[in-house]
């Protein structure tokens, strides 16, 4: 009995750590260096996307951003992806990953484990 509480709680802890980590990576990102991107000025360039609710950065150097966009009332997730041209962040890419307004988008983002691996 004692052996399969111990294999539970080291599967509990591995799910843990693999979870775990790229939540916090894209929590660090986003406190880091969400003030450098104007979210707001995006329904401008885009008709597709509204106003945002809630953001995260997915990955971050010093050419290119992916974010995890949240928008119409968490309603609608995208994946932006962000060129710095001449010192300013400009969208440049959009996917639609998730939407409950109808459509076939139905990927799932959360919780940011399935884009770790691509940016370490």
């Known amino acids: 009995m004692k ?3 111990k294999l539970i709680s080291v599967i509990l802890v591995i799910i843990f750590i693999a979870w775990g980590i790229p939540m916090i990576k894209c929590e660090y990102l986003t406190a880091q260096h969400g003030h450098e991107f104007d979210l707001a000025a995006i ?3 885009n008709t597709m ?3 945002p609710d809630w953001f ?6 010093d050419e290119y951003a992916e974010i995890y966009y949240i928008s119409e009332s968490f309603r609608l ?3 932006l992806g962000f060129k710095k041209v001449q010192g300013e962040w400009k969208c440049d890419s959009w ?3 998730w939407t409950a307004l109808g459509g076939n988008a139905d990927e799932n983002v959360w919780p940011y ?5 691509k940016y370490r």
């Open 95 to 97: 996917d639609t990953r």
């Open 3 to 5: 052996f399969f509480l």
């Open 77 to 79: 997730g995208s994946i």
């Open 43 to 45: 329904p401008e360039e």
């Open 113 to 117: 484990f399935w884009h770790y691996d």
């Open 56 to 61: 995260r950065i997915l990955s971050y150097n």
């Open 49 to 51: 996307l509204s106003e």
